[in-house]
């Protein structure tokens, strides 16, 4: 039995700490520390079991050691904003403690993603003999455990893989963000990137798409090529990979109101002066725009997310594909979120259940594909997000 402090009191931070309370064997104490503790109060409120809720600001490495020292706990899961993740992996180092997330660092005054700062830790990681577990969320997370579960399983060499996110999902609005807006419209309107042939290839933003019919009826959305942070750790970490691309869906309406809202400079992450004041368009959007912490009751659908990997098994060309189909409606019955938040928190516990057994172990900074894949499977089978292996394409991506 451990003790975890979880960080973030958002929509993901929200279906984390119902599913570790869930668990009680493994998580004996939660701490749920965030910016607007009333925040953490609402979510405790929600609970059969009591937690303790605390206010911190985990830009402030110093208060946060304080915290971490004051708790105690055996892992920190960061489930604030990537802001914060160097600032959290600070006050891990300072104090010994083990650390989760579900999203790479971004520094606020840029919109660009890469692992390099954290993958700087690695030694530092190593030395002080602790953990650093990065991405544990749906995408990146669970997609990196179904590549290497699939080179585990069913494929002696791994060459292509195309990750497909799609949210068949209807909140009503005409246009809200699943996730946080901030980091949800930095990532889409960058541009597309994908890895072939041991390079980065570019294309202008959403300009690469396809149709796809879902299986299982699930819908017959548009995907586009974006860039997805998994895509630099896949390319690094799988042997063989000759090309990895993400696919996400979006309808119509979410299109016409990112290019009106571009247009005009409501997306701009730089500050304008505004009335004697420097406003950043961006976060003034944000705060428009439906906490995607309150779309759990309205919003219906499905959501279906899968890796579609070809490679050879016994010498012969083979394609494997696993997926998980996630209903908005029974998260909401669940744990009171909408299943965006809910594939992002279930392997956020999980990956902290596999740490804090010592399933999952290591010294240094680790991503996804480089821990074994069976026991995180296992888990989501036994943790409300079962998945299925079907040894065919889905969709010919060209
Ligand atoms: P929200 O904006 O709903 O929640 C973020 C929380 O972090 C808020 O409670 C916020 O506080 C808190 N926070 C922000 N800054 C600080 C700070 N300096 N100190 C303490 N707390 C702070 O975001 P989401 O829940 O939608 O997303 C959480 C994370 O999950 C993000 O990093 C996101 O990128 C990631 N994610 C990962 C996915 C995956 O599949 N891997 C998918 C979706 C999201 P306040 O309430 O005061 O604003």
């Not at 606020?108 to 890469?114: L, N, P």
């Not at 965006?340 to 596999?354: D, E, H, W």
């Amino acid at each position: 039995m451990g003790k975890v402090l979880i960080i973030g009191a958002g929509g993901v931070s929200g279906v984390v700490v119902h599913k570790c309370a869930q668990h009680p064997e493994v998580f004996g104490e939660i701490v749920l520390a965030s910016r607007t503790k009333s925040k953490c109060d609402a979510i405790a409120a929600q609970l059969k079991r009591p937690i303790k809720t605390v206010q911190v600001d985990a830009d402030n490495v110093p208060e946060l050691v304080a915290l971490i020292k004051k708790e105690k706990p055996d892992l920190v899961l960061n489930v604030a904003l990537p802001y914060q993740d160097l600032h959290i992996m600070d006050a891990c180092l300072e104090t010994g403690v083990n650390y989760l997330d579900t999203a790479n660092y971004e520094p606020e005054d840029t919109a660009k993603f890469e692992y390099s700062w954290q993958w700087a830790y690695q030694e530092r990681f190593k030395k002080a003999g602790i953990m650093a577990l990065l991405g544990s969320g749906f995408d990146p997370g669970v997609t990196s455990v179904f590549c290497t579960y699939i080179q585990k399983h069913y494929l002696d060499e791994i060459h292509t893989i195309d990750i497909i996110d799609v949210n068949a999902g209807d909140h009503g609005y005409p246009f809200a963000t699943n996730f946080n807006p901030e980091i949800n419209i930095r990532e889409v309107t960058a541009k597309g990137r994908y890895w072939e042939k041991g390079e980065w290839k570019e294309t202008a933003p959403l300009s690469v798409k396809h149709p796809f019919k879902v299986p299982e009826n699930i819908g017959n959305p548009n995907i586009y090529l974006m860039y997805h942070e998994e895509l630099e750790s896949l390319a690094k970490h799988i042997p063989h990979l000759k090309r990895a691309r993400f696919w996400m869906s979006f309808g119509d309406s979410y299109l016409k109101h990112l290019e009106v809202l571009g247009n005009v400079g409501m997306t701009r992450i730089d500050e304008v002066e505004f009335n004697g004041q420097k406003i950043v368009p961006l976060q003034f959007l944000r705060a428009l725009l439906p906490d995607p912490a309150s779309l759990g009751p309205r919003t219906k659908g499905k959501t279906w997310i899968g890796c579609q990997v070809t490679g050879i098994k016994n010498g012969e060309k083979k394609t494997v594909t696993v997926y998980n189909i996630c209903d908005h409606q029974e998260c909401y019955r669940e744990v009171q979120s909408q299943a965006i938040s809910y594939t992002t928190g279930v392997p956020a516990m999980i990956g902290a259940k596999l740490m804090m057994s010592g399933i999952w172990k290591g010294q240094g900074v680790f991503n996804m594909e480089q821990q074994d894949p069976d026991p995180f499977m296992d888990e989501l089978n036994r943790c409300g997000l079962p998945w299925k292996v079907i040894e065919q394409a889905v969709i010919d991506l060209g």
